[in-house]
């Protein structure tokens, strides 16, 4: 990919410049890698064990296939947090040589290298999210189904597509696809059967003969052994795609797409990159959005309530959602929570995250914490003094300065206990999720994984005390103001 469309995230590292420690680690992630995919192959052993087992296997189809390309949101040092990516944070070789012995445990939420992803979808371009090559979208499916298809362990070349495997099931299962369903109208299905390819030969032709692809601003369209596909690379950020530069590819002899023909038949690339503005079309697959990971994965969604500035949580409640969780992402905030603490108070008052990243305000030893862990990189810890028993009006309030070279938020965070500062102190935040699914804002606990290494998920709970609520406020409002009027509450309990 030419140095204008390519994304720096994307880079592969050649293996022959990699120091000693660098072969060492990417090796370890790889390494790692490998043991999952064995790992998961022993647990699918053991379903169709059981299928044996229960006399169901004959008559049972089962298809195997991976989700996408080999992945690419490693980077080209490998991740120890692929949640890295997500903030578009890089990763560090020396932050990530110091994990090399905790790859594949519970501290480590590892990736290997783009290199890697390159080498495991050779012989085709690139890897996941370039849905333009087939470095991005081609995997191995193996069918079976003893009792349906009489070929044992053959190949069949036939071009098809993820959305041929419904049409697939349907034909086997002999059921017609409804065209209303409880009365809403079914989207017809994209796909063509691949069953007649059970009892074909290994090169008969295909039944399909059209297939677009499209993801994060690549594109590309696939018609009776020819593919057109536009260079631009995924999350770039870069637009402009009405100048993207077009290529050819003669799919039928050229399987790997690595000879450019576009020049040779430009008529053909033409009648191709037509066709695929009427399947994009067709196919609800407009409009072409490139945004980043990050601008992606922090849009606001549509919310039933009206949109505020300053949302109160309760004790005793389950973990909220991130998606509709208070969004403290690149701006300033405070949190301000009534307590009643007794002799032996202990535990979290308010989490939000993981190892991985999150923040957390708790009690250990009768002291009050607020821990930032920024992405797992670094713990930013402010304590107070020890709080004898009684009533307290507590908080942090962070005051973003500026952004950092990443995008990160960079400013002051600040302790209050009664609204009184204890404590202060640089601190750098988070613009990206504190995770991708799981782990929500909590109060009174610190769910799933804790965000501190300070305590565990069982001592997380908090006891010895009352949390009356925490408050989250991202508006205008002075902290000092939001602290006054908690007081005012505490005194009337
Ligand atoms: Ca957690």
Known sequence: ??????????????WNTLSADEKKLFSRLCEVYAAFSEYTDVQIGRIIDHLKASGQYENTVILYAAD????GEGSPNGSVNENKFFNGFPDELSENMKLINELGGPNTYEHYPTGWAAAFSTPFKMFKRY???????????????????KAKGQIRNQYHHAVDIVPTLLEICKVEMPQEYRGVKQTPLAGVSMKYSFDAKADDPTQKHVQYYTMLGTRAIWQDGWKAVAVHAPLSDKGNFDKDKWELYHTDVDRAESKDLAKENPEKLEALKKLYDEEARKNNAYPLDDRTATQLLTIERPMEEKPTDSYTYYPHASQVPEAVAVNVRGKSYKIISNVDLST?????????GSRFGGHT??????KLYYVYNFLGIKQQQLVSGVLKPGKYTIGVEFAKEKAGEHGESIGQAKLFVNNVEVAQSEMTAQVGKFTLVGDGLCVGYDS?????????????KFKGGTIHFVTVNTGKETYSNLAAEAQRALSMH
Do not use: C
């Open 68 to 71: 996408n390309g080999a992945s």
């Open 448 to 460: 799933g994984d804790p965000v501190s290494k300070l305590y565990t998920s069982e001592s997380s």
């Open 361 to 366: 305000l708790f009690i250990k030893d009768h």
């Open 131 to 149: 849905s333009n090559y087939s470095g991005g979208t081609s995997d191995p499916l193996v069918i079976s189904w003893p009792k349906g298809i």
């Open 1 to 14: 990919m030419s140095a204008d469309q390519a994304v720096p995230g994307d880079q592969v590292r050649p």
């Open 344 to 352: 032996n108070a202990s535990g979290v008052i308010f989490a939000h």
